[in-house]
């Protein structure tokens, strides 16, 4: 079992800034962030793994940035330029051959 715990949601104007932040409960190979926006399906934003290889959405690549903290057991996403189709409940993922496990969820509204 892995525990996770995100941070770092909140309310930005359109084209800021927001990072969040995950911390897992022990190391685990694939990392990575989704989001739900009301009344859509969950969907990928990105992953990363234990060696840094990362895989985005084409709707956040370019604006959005993941990257990891293996000693922390640490995954962190960057947005910016944010945007008003960004808005969601961000979970945080965390996979390994036979489950795969989420976060709380953390809101991220945009909004000027």
């Known amino acids: 079992q892995v525990h996770l715990v995100e941070s770092g949601g909140g309310l930005v104007q359109p084209g800021g800034s927001l990072r969040l932040s995950c911390a897992a409960s022990r190391s685990i190979f694939t990392m990575g962030w989704y989001r739900q926006a009301p009344g859509k399906q969950r969907e990928l934003v990105g992953t990363?793994?234990?060696?840094?290889?990362?895989n985005y959405a084409d709707s956040v690549k370019g604006r959005f940035t993941i990257s990891r903290d293996n000693a922390k057991n640490s995954v962190y996403l960057q947005m910016n330029s944010l945007k008003p189709e960004d808005p969601a409940v961000y979970y945080c993922m965390a996979r390994e051959e036979l489950a795969s496990y989420w976060g709380q969820g953390t809101q991220v509204t945009v909004s000027s």
């Open positions: 990363i793994t234990s060696g840094g290889s990362t």
